[in-house]
């Protein structure tokens, strides 16, 4: 039974920085790609950012470009999300989500495409 956990959300003013972490249990998380997702209320769930399972690749929603930094411990089954900038507009709660059987070379961008999912994060980004 894979098992994904978040940590670390949280009431921040814009322009602050949270720092987003995900551990993994019950899998070989170094075979995962993991990515994480967010919801906002009364919006469809969205993509964020995405690392393979080398860590040697990383893709990022327009929104999160230059803001976010996707990064993952295989030593430690984690995965984290380290957000600065942060705005009103990222408020939101965030999922954790691992995929097995991945490639090095695509780029993971739908919920579907993930097979294990996390309970959630919220973050809320308000003065």
């Known amino acids: 039974q894979v098992q994904l956990v978040e940590s670390g959300g949280g009431l921040v003013q814009p322009g602050g920085s949270l720092r987003l972490s995900c551990a993994v249990s019950?899998?070989?998380?170094?075979?995962?790609?993991m990515g994480w997702f967010r919801q906002a209320p009364g919006k469809e769930r969205e993509f964020v950012a995405t690392?393979?399972?080398?860590?040697?690749?990383?893709y990022y929603a327009e929104s999160a470009k230059g803001r976010f930094t996707i990064s993952r411990d295989n030593a430690k089954n984690t995965v984290a999300l380290q957000m600065n900038s942060l705005k009103p507009e990222d408020t939101a709660v965030y999922y954790c989500?691992?995929?097995?059987?991945?490639?090095?070379?695509?780029?993971?961008?739908?919920?579907?495409?993930?097979?294990?999912w996390g309970q959630g994060t919220q973050v809320t980004v308000s003065s």
């Open positions: 690392i393979s399972w080398g860590a040697t690749n990383t």
């Open positions: 019950g899998g070989t998380f170094s075979t995962y790609t």
């Open positions: 989500a691992a995929r097995r059987y991945s490639s090095e070379l695509y780029y993971y961008r739908k919920d579907y495409e993930y097979n294990y």
